[in-house]
């Protein structure tokens, strides 16, 4: 077994108290699947989480880590994205560090954003009132292929001299 990150022991450790506060059970399971969060970057799915638990020979059913991540999402340690029409995408929360996405509309492809200009933007907003647990921005538009394909596609379509 791999050394845990100072992130790993304190993800445990919140996730620990939140357990404790809900008076939920603490099992060896939802703190496997916690590890396997923690070894995760970026964003994946139920089925990326369950090939990364069966490469560590941890057998979970699908159905039990539908019901942890939700956990997790309560707990503040995951968040579920809500841009994807197919499977659920998840993502380990970092600290306070903000993540941005933009969103093709017409393929779906998501990409970070790494701008450090809109990152430190979102990182200082501090809302009224309000206790923020983690900042996350959505962009949708076209990216530049898709939009390439609809030039390309509305030039095809244009009617000619002769035509008119």
């Given at each position: 077994m791999s050394e845990k990150t100072a992130p790993q022991v304190n993800a445990?450790?919140?996730?620990r108290r939140f357990l404790l506060a809900n008076e939920l059970r603490q099992t060896r399971e939802r703190f496997?699947?916690?590890r396997a969060v923690c070894q995760t970057d970026g964003l994946f799915t139920i089925e990326d989480l369950q090939k990364k638990m069966q490469e560590a020979h941890f057998r979970v059913?699908?159905?039990a880590l539908y019901a942890n991540t939700q956990l997790l999402v309560q707990a503040n340690?995951?968040?579920r994205h809500p841009f994807s029409s197919s499977s659920a995408l998840f993502e380990r929360i970092y600290d306070d560090?903000?993540?941005s996405y933009q969103i093709c509309n017409n393929c779906h492809r998501i990409t970070l954003i790494k701008s450090r200009d809109f990152s430190a933007a979102l990182q200082t907003y501090h809302p009224r009132r309000f206790a923020t647990t983690h900042r996350?921005?959505?962009i949708y538009g076209v990216c530049p292929k898709c939009e390439a394909a609809m030039r390309k596609k509305l030039k095809n379509h244009e009617p000619t001299q002769e035509t008119r």
């Open positions: 445990e450790e919140k996730l496997a699947i916690l059913s699908t159905s340690l995951l968040v560090r903000p993540r996350i921005a959505y």
